[in-house]
């Protein structure tokens, strides 16, 4: 069970706009910021958003991440089969005083 | 650009200790500024932290995993290093390096992974 709750699938047609969502608490998501990963099949993670909603240089702006309250949401617009991904959340948690992810989200590109 | 690569053993027998490098190339680990880290993914799960360094020895370590995680650095090698004492089936997985940056403990994130490799304990 991981601390940072997300849907362990979504599905959405290609061209159109996906969103993931992260569920914490305020020990981690809404005292921290939040990261986003995404996994291809076979391969390393690979940073997506950091420090909630900042994309790092190299990084497509159809990602864009945002967060309210204890939650966070990675949304994917333009969908494209390239999207098709594991999707990870990362904070920091104070009472665990740890860096805790996400359980995951697989993306499939219908 | 920086880039991570691990190496180390794939298999270790149960209560042996797991030893794991990452040379880190196309940067100094001795410039400071960024913190060295161990993650790991369980067969088809999610990641676990699993502790970081910095370049003068300071270490952190998962609180979960602390008895049994040790982090070192060489920085003449450009290179630092993972060890997990007892291991048991428990801890087969993909042991990914990565560089974090962005301050320290909770404002940090990481921004660069080794491609990982995958150790499994049996006998």
């Known amino acids: 069970q991981s601390v940072l709750t997300q849907p362990p699938s979504v599905s959405e047609a290609p061209r159109q706009r996906v969103t993931i969502s992260c569920s914490g608490s305020?020990?981690?998501?809404?005292?921290?910021?939040v990261n986003w990963y995404q996994q291809l099949p076979g391969k390393a993670p690979k940073l997506l958003i950091y420090?909630?909603?900042l994309l790092p240089s190299g990084v497509s702006d159809r990602f864009s991440g945002s967060k309210s309250g204890t939650s966070a949401s990675l949304a994917i617009s333009g969908l494209q089969s390239e999207d098709e991904a594991d999707y990870y959340c990362?904070?920091?948690?104070?009472?665990?005083?740890?860096?805790?992810f996400g359980g995951g989200t697989k993306l499939t590109v219908l | 650009q920086v880039q991570l690569q691990e190496s180390g053993p794939g298999l270790v027998k149960p209560s042996q200790t797991l030893s794991l490098t990452c040379t880190v190339s196309?940067?100094?680990?001795?410039?400071?500024?960024?913190?060295w880290s161990w993650i790991r993914q369980h067969p088809g799960k999610g990641l676990e932290w699993i502790g970081y360094?910095?370049?003068?020895?300071?270490?952190y370590y998962n609180p979960s995993l602390k008895s049994r995680v040790t982090i070192s650095v060489d920085t003449s090698k450009n290179q630092f290093s993972l060890k997990l004492s007892s291991v048991t089936a428990a801890d087969t997985a993909v042991y990914y390096c990565a560089r974090e940056r962005g301050g320290t403990g909770a404002t940090l994130f990481v921004d660069i992974w080794g491609q990982g490799t995958m150790v499994t304990v049996s006998s």
């Open positions: 196309g940067g100094s680990i001795s410039s400071g500024g960024y913190y």
């Open positions: 305020s020990s981690n998501i809404g005292n921290n910021a």
């Open positions: 360094i910095y370049y003068s020895g300071s270490t």
């Open positions: 420090y909630d909603d």
């Open positions: 990362a904070a920091w948690d104070d009472s665990l005083n740890v860096r805790v």
